[in-house]
């Protein structure tokens, strides 16, 4: 789960949105985003353009059991590992041609084992509460068959890397890949292997765990990093 409270007005500065690019109107501000939800992406256009459009967390994919052979509740896979983004059949094309920025102000960790009613937000450091940031993402059209017929969904996925020190203390092994606003441009734009160098953690030093009760800013432009 991960949080996007930013108004859409800052996203677009955020983002460097131009005018008419923007696809989402006047979206309201999301205190969690859960898989097969839909939350705000920035992709380029088939001309190279940025713009601001919703898709649905989760690539979807067909999924039969194996008892029946019989198709079932489609794959839905949140997550795409750094180190096999390249190799992977189901990433590398994506990896390639469909990269893109998730707006969030902050993500949810459960500890491995641990009790699902306690769980952690991280956030970003700064001068407001949870200030927003972009996690590097994939998007496709995923098409897949249900139990009923065939579906067509836009959707999108987060790319994940080891745990920072920081991080590591609440889930130990995986985190979401961060992007710095200066690295923007090269994970959309970028070559494969520009775009590989930055799938790696963010600095621990520029993270902390928000306060439980803390209020998210909203504001359109104090919310810049």
Same mark, same amino acid.
């Given at each position: 789960?991960?949080?996007?409270?930013?108004?859409?007005?800052?996203?677009?500065?955020?983002?460097?949105?131009?005018?008419?690019?923007?696809?989402?109107?006047?979206?309201?501000?999301?205190?969690?985003?859960?898989?097969?939800?839909?939350?705000?992406?920035?992709?380029?256009d088939?001309?190279?353009?940025?713009?601001?459009?919703?898709?649905?967390?989760?690539?979807?994919?067909?999924?039969?059991?194996?008892?029946?052979g019989?198709v079932?509740?489609?794959?839905?896979?949140?997550?795409?590992?750094?180190?096999?983004?390249?190799? @992977?059949?189901?990433?590398?094309?994506s990896?390639?041609?469909?990269?893109?920025?998730?707006?969030?102000? @902050?993500?949810?960790?459960?500890?491995?084992g641990?009790?699902?009613?306690?769980?952690?937000?991280?956030?970003?450091?700064g001068?407001?509460?949870?200030?927003?940031?972009?996690?590097?993402?994939?998007?496709?059209? @995923?098409?897949?068959?249900?139990?009923?017929?065939?579906?067509?969904?836009?959707?999108?996925?987060?790319?994940?890397?080891?745990?920072?020190?920081?991080?590591?203390?609440?889930?130990? @092994?995986?985190?979401?890949?961060?992007l710095?606003?200066?690295?923007?441009?090269?994970?959309?734009?970028?070559?494969?292997?520009?775009?590989?160098?930055?799938?790696?953690p963010?600095?621990?030093?520029?993270?902390?765990?928000?306060?439980k009760?803390?209020?998210?800013?909203?504001?359109?432009?104090?919310t810049q990093v």
């Amino acid at each position: 789960m991960y949080s996007n409270t930013t108004a859409v007005e800052a996203m677009r500065q955020l983002f460097d949105i131009r005018p008419g690019m923007d696809r989402i109107g006047n979206a309201e501000p999301r205190a969690g985003i859960y898989p097969k939800y839909p939350g705000p992406i920035v992709r380029l256009d088939a001309s190279g353009d940025r713009e601001l459009v919703e898709t649905s967390w989760g690539f979807r994919a067909t999924n039969k059991s194996k008892k029946t052979g019989n198709v079932i509740a489609p794959r839905v896979v949140n997550n795409a590992r750094a180190d096999k983004v390249q190799s @992977s059949f189901f990433w590398r094309f994506s990896f390639k041609e469909r990269r893109c920025l998730i707006p969030a102000s @902050s993500y949810c960790e459960w500890p491995p084992g641990g009790n699902p009613q306690v769980f952690h937000w991280f956030a970003m450091n700064g001068t407001v509460p949870r200030p927003p940031f972009a996690m590097a993402g994939l998007w496709q059209t @995923s098409k897949y068959e249900t139990k009923d017929r065939p579906e067509t969904c836009e959707t999108h996925t987060m790319m994940t890397t080891t745990a920072n020190e920081f991080t590591a203390k609440i889930h130990p @092994s995986r985190m979401p890949v961060i992007l710095k606003p200066q690295d923007y441009e090269a994970w959309l734009h970028g070559s494969e292997e520009d775009a590989f160098s930055l799938l790696k953690p963010f600095p621990a030093e520029e993270m902390r765990i928000a306060l439980k009760g803390e209020e998210h800013r909203t504001d359109p432009v104090e919310t810049q990093v």
